[in-house]
């Protein structure tokens, strides 16, 4: 009977979705149906941190190993309900320019008999994985971020699950807000997409939300506040996206230090907005940041069913020995993409997708929307 060895791995922020593509890659890799179909009996290695595991193991020790586990069924069972990842992240890059350890990744890749490398990230951790990939490692990619900014699908682990996230946080703060008939201001993640603003916005009724994609008027942002009050509004709820400026203005940082990937830390735009909304209205104004609350929690009925079909999915590929390719879903169902197709950044269409005028949720849907001059 031939043997192989899969290594699997999370790499990047974390979200929820994880543990679940992991559970179902291994009970799919070790059922015996399959060893029995392909003469092969896999063996799945969990490396631990993403890749700063594969920087740091020693391969002569893979043994419980501080970072190599063997995956077996029994160990996986109820890692289909919980949030995080079992076996660790990091924004660990092997190809830092400051200290390019890629040649040691590929040879303890080598070294701990891994015949390919399943690799659950984002465009970072999928990034690494396709350079290896052009170096010969056997690698397979599945889509991870809450961000949704993959190209080449239309889901990635953990977008739905921080969904949930913001629409309870909006429902909690509604109550506030009526109380004291104030606007709330909150900053969503999502980095340099508007995905988790606009959808976020949309499926909690938000009055108004601003993206990366559109830079914003904070007059116009005002105006439309005065005209909801003029209408009878007692509060409103404004979602912001990390990632969004004003016209004419630039991103708002937390750190300028940029991460090993070139990743500087956003962060503050929502109380940028709170207080031109107070300065322009008068109107009392509050914000809140909700941060990486929305990468926690368990995963949503949804994302254990992604989970599950795209751990399932990224075996069939290595079984096929179908390699650098990414699962995806597209039209609905499990497919694939080339990894380097799918680091390309997908954004919001603002012509298709997003209210220009109003700052807010499409509104046409099946019509052709009249032409609108908008700040966009
Ligand atoms: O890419 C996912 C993400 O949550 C972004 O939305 C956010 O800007 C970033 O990661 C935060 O990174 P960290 O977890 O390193 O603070």
Redesign the pocket.
């Known amino acids: 009977m031939n043997k192989s060895r899969i290594g699997i791995l999370t790499g990047?922020?974390?979200?929820a979705g994880l543990n679940p593509a992991i559970k179902w890659a291994v009970k799919t890799a070790l059922d015996r149906r399959l060893t029995q179909e392909c003469g092969t009996e896999f063996e799945v290695i969990g490396i631990r941190n993403g890749w700063q595991g594969l920087i740091t193991v020693d391969p002569s020790k893979m043994e419980n190993g501080k970072y190599t586990v063997t995956l077996n069924e029994a160990m996986v069972r109820t890692w289909d309900r919980l949030g995080g990842t079992y076996l660790g992240s990091s924004?660990t890059n092997p190809y830092n320019p400051e200290n390019d350890c890629s040649r040691l990744v590929m040879d303890n890749i080598a070294k701990l008999g891994l015949e390919a490398l399943i690799c659950i990230g984002?465009e970072d951790t999928l990034g690494v994985a396709y350079k290896l990939g052009q170096a010969g490692v056997n690698v397979v990619g599945i889509p991870k971020?809450?961000?949704k900014d993959l190209s080449g699908t239309e889901y990635t682990l953990g977008f739905e699950t921080a969904l949930n996230v913001i629409t309870n946080a909006v429902d909690s703060l509604r109550t506030t807000a009526g109380s004291h008939e104030r606007i709330f201001v909150i900053e969503t993640?999502?980095?340099h997409a508007g995905w988790?603003a606009l959808e976020g916005g949309e499926s909690s009724g938000a009055f108004i939300i601003l993206i990366p994609e559109c830079d914003f008027s904070m007059n116009k942002v005002n105006d439309l506040v005065l005209e909801g009050r003029s209408l009878g509004a007692r509060y409103d709820i404004i979602l912001v996206a990390?990632?969004a400026k004003p016209v004419g203005g630039t991103e708002i940082l937390k750190d300028e230090a940029p991460?090993s990937f070139g990743?500087k830390?956003?962060g503050g735009i929502g109380e940028y907005v709170a207080r031109g909304i107070r300065k322009g209205t008068g109107l009392e104004t509050r914000s809140l940041t909700l941060g990486?609350l929305?990468?926690g929690g368990d995963p949503c009925a949804y994302d254990r069913r992604m989970g599950r079909y795209f751990g399932i999915a990224a075996v069939d590929l290595v079984v096929a020995r179908d390699y650098g390719k990414m699962v995806s879903m597209k039209n609905g169902e499990i497919t694939t993409v080339p990894i380097k197709e799918a680091l390309k950044p997908s954004l919001v269409n603002i012509k298709t997708q997003y209210d220009t005028e109003r700052y807010s949720g499409r509104r046409a849907i099946l019509r052709v929307r009249r032409k609108i001059r908008g700040q966009c």
């Open positions: 990047g922020g974390d979200c924004r984002g971020t809450i961000d993640m999502g980095r988790l990390e990632g991460d990743h830390y956003l990486h929305q990468r």
